[in-house]
């Protein structure tokens, strides 16, 4: 089984880019998407291929939308935007249902959940703010302390869904772009990044908290335990890309049994030598 996640920022320029040929081509039996910003009734024709589709593009013009494309019909769906009596959302996550930042799927054909995450970028907190250092303008830490309490309430809420796919005897994968690098080998510069959103120690606290031997693995650092990357995600600035100085931000997280059957993990960097998005498509293939 071949799954990949790949925040795609904007269906409409990632197709243009060669979106539609990777996706047709790739073999793929589960895609999961982030960042698709386009309304339902704005995708390009065949936006998606052949692929049933679970979407919830959020509420919010050109921002977040998150997907999961599947060969065949799920078995359910679940997404903030539409109530789940079984499963409530912590109190931090209720202000994002609309945003387009969660969905899930039952697969209907191997006993397995997929979920597709857009975890918020953040910033910096109020004490880290130098103006002169700063793209945008200061905001006293308000986008590090939503990113913190979305990180909150999405560690119960994922321990959550976790434990409803063990329950109905399924393995569980957690995948997208959760905008934090997890360890030195994430990050190409990692010393000049103690001090940026995305790498800072709490963030990398909470992911590492995520992660166990009985609860979740790291796939591709379980594949790749010793190398610098895989990055996944680049700045269009500079040579970032030319010299691969990246981040690696988009995961794939799974229960152990399946991250047990991981066999192998690349980052399709390039699409025909064009890039599709300033993230790649990470691609697992489970012997599941």
């Not at 703010?129 to 006293?140: F, H, S, V, Y």
């Not at 569980?172 to 030195?184: K, M, Q, W």
């Amino acid at each position: 089984m071949r799954i990949a996640t790949a925040n795609i920022n904007g269906i409409r320029a990632a197709h243009r880019r060669g979106f539609g040929d990777w996706l047709a081509t790739r073999g793929c039996d589960v895609v999961t998407l982030q960042e698709v910003r386009c309304p339902v009734d704005a995708l390009p024709e065949g936006a998606f291929g052949d692929y049933q589709v679970a979407y919830d593009a959020g509420s919010i013009a050109g921002r977040n939308g998150v997907a999961v494309l599947t060969r065949s019909p799920a078995a359910a769906v679940r997404s903030w935007s539409v109530p789940d009596p079984d499963r409530a959302l912590p109190r931090t996550l209720r202000r994002h249902v609309d945003e387009g930042r969660y969905v899930e799927v039952e697969l209907a054909d191997v006993p397995l959940t997929v979920a597709s995450l857009y975890l918020p970028k953040g910033g910096l907190p109020a004490h880290l703010q130098d103006p002169k250092r700063m793209r945008e303008a200061p905001d006293g830490g308000a986008r590090y302390q939503r990113k913190m309490e979305f990180m909150a309430g999405f560690a119960r809420y994922l321990a959550a869904a976790r434990k409803a796919a063990a329950a109905r005897g399924r393995e569980f994968l957690l995948t997208g772009d959760l905008n934090v690098a997890h360890s030195r080998l994430d990050v190409a510069n990692w010393r000049r990044s103690n001090q940026v959103e995305g790498f800072l120690p709490e963030e990398r606290a909470w992911l590492d908290a995520q992660l166990s031997p009985r609860t979740l693995v790291d796939v591709v650092r379980r594949l790749h335990p010793d190398v610098e990357g895989p990055y996944s995600w680049w700045s269009w600035l500079g040579q970032a890309y030319a010299k691969d100085a990246g981040w690696r931000i988009d995961y794939h997280l799974a229960t152990p049994a399946l991250a047990r059957s991981a066999v192998s993990a690349v980052v399709d960097r390039e699409h025909a030598g064009v890039r599709l998005s300033d993230h790649a498509p990470v691609v697992v293939d489970y012997a599941f």
